[in-house]
């Protein structure tokens, strides 16, 4: 089970006179999480011995069970197994804005702001000597500008900046599941900056736009085993992804009543060096004379495409009727796989494992009928009209080798992967008053 209780608040005061907007406001939330287990079903048995509860020395027999249904008694007041903890963080921030607009020839703005988190956890199961955790907190922030200039009513330029502190998960702070805090824990920090040109007339809008973000201190935990066998933990604190890429929209009317989109975009998005641990025993003691490292060096990084592009175009043929088609293609696209999994233990690990790329045709068709004061819409639209078979997804990165039994697009057969939709359709009416 995994209920919770979120409380908050949000207010928002914007102010605007002459060329200027100022604006701020404040965040406050408050979170408690239960994490337990229940019985669901005795599966033809009399009763359950439950051992996970280290408060009683000769475990616990349940023969009451809970059932799953959302919304009704999740067992918060009955007999619970296995483990029964529960998580606090409590968020308070505050947040400003200052913009500055000079006659359509150029714009600023700053944003910024900054808050405390605290954590705290307790554990009725795991520590009975240890029950409720120390208060942690963390202060985090960020700070955001930007500037943009028109050259003409055609040309622009504009430059983006921006730095993020942003405080651990709950599962930093509190590591293996236990109460001790963390005294490593660090804000994760992202530091991002985007250049861009843009050109607009009547019947074409082009933009461009370089980016790079850093995504740094990231923190991961993995199962380790050291000294003759023994097992423990190790903590990664200090893992970094680095995004780069090249954007390109375009937007053109060449003749009325009809549109042409088109978009590019080619990134390289990977970690960027080999990271070393600290190790810990089954009771998180630190081990001074054990370590780790997981070999990420230039490991691409996975879960979405890093080459797309997609072109479509949309013809009205009389008033209130259209139809449109469009093209996308997706490639450099690699398995959604956790940094800290145990293959990247091993310096000859084999990096990311890259998909096949695949193309995606789709197409509709509309017709709005007008009256006076009111119009009814009535749209076609069909996904994939090609019935191309493709994988989306892999939740594993298996790359062949000697123990491959077959392979599909290329494939390990071992991995497990989503497949992409085929061919499907939605038909929509909607009436505007």
């Keep these: 089970m995994n209920s919770h209780n979120w409380y908050g608040a949000i207010s928002k005061l914007k102010y605007e006179k002459g060329n ?12 408690r999480g239960y994490h337990y287990r229940v019985l669901n079903d005795l599966l033809g048995l009399d009763a359950y011995v439950s051992t996970g509860n280290e408060n009683l020395t000769d475990g616990l027999i349940l023969t009451e069970t809970i059932d799953a249904e959302p919304f009704r008694q999740t067992g918060i007041d009955s007999d619970k197994i296995n483990y029964y903890n529960i998580g606090l963080v409590k968020w308070a921030s505050f947040n400003g804005l200052f913009e500055y607009k000079e006659d359509d020839k150029y714009s600023a703005i700053l944003q910024y702001g900054i808050s405390n988190q605290n954590y705290q956890r307790i554990d009725y199961f795991d520590e009975p000597n240890n029950v409720e955790s120390d208060d942690e907190n963390k202060i985090g922030g960020y700070v955001k500008g930007g500037f943009n200039y028109n050259f003409d009513d055609q040309h622009n330029a504009f430059f983006n900046a921006g730095y993020i502190s942003r405080q651990p998960f709950f599962d930093a702070i509190f590591p293996n599941f236990a109460n001790a805090v963390n005294e490593d824990a660090e804000n994760e920090s ?23 973000t850093l995504w740094s201190d990231r923190f991961f935990t993995t199962g380790f ?10 903590q990664f604190s200090n893992v970094e992804q680095l995004h780069q890429g090249l954007e390109l929209e ?18 390289n998005w990977r970690y960027r060096d080999d990271v070393n641990s600290r190790v810990f025993d089954e009771n998180n003691n630190f081990v001074p004379d054990a370590s780790a490292t997981l070999f990420l060096e230039d490991v691409k990084v996975g879960d979405a495409a890093q080459t797309t592009a997609a072109l479509s175009a949309d ?11 469009g093209a996308r293609y997706f490639d450099n ?8 999994d145990e293959e990247f233990l091993n310096e000859d690990n084999k990096g990311a494992l890259k998909l096949p790329s695949y193309t995606v045709v789709d197409a509709g068709v509309d017709y709005r009928f007008n009256f006076d004061q009111s119009d009814l819409f009535l749209r076609l639209n069909v996904n994939n009209v090609f019935d191309e078979e493709y994988i989306s997804e892999s939740n594993t990165n298996i790359h062949t080798d000697a123990d491959t039994q077959g392979t599909t697009q290329g494939i390990d057969n071992r991995n497990y992967v989503w497949w992409g939709f085929g061919t499907t359709w939605n038909l929509s009416l909607s009436y505007n008053f």
């Excluded at 085993?225 to 190790?234: E, H, I, K, P, V």
């Excluded at 696209?333 to 800290?340: E, G, R």
């Design 20 to 31: 200027w907007t100022i604006g701020g406001g404040v965040d406050l939330r408050t979170y």
């Design 190 to 212: 992202i530091t991002s900056f985007e250049v861009g040109y843009g050109y607009t007339t009547s019947t074409l809008n082009v933009r461009l736009n370089f980016y790079n």
């Design 225 to 234: 085993d050291f000294l003759n066998g023994q097992s423990g933990t190790a």
């Design 250 to 267: 375009v937007f053109a009317k060449p003749i009325p009543g009809l549109q042409i989109d088109g978009m590019l975009s080619v990134g």
């Design 315 to 325: 013809y009205q043929i009389t008033e209130g009727l259209s139809i449109d088609a």
């Design 333 to 340: 696209l690699y398995a959604d796989f956790a940094p800290n």
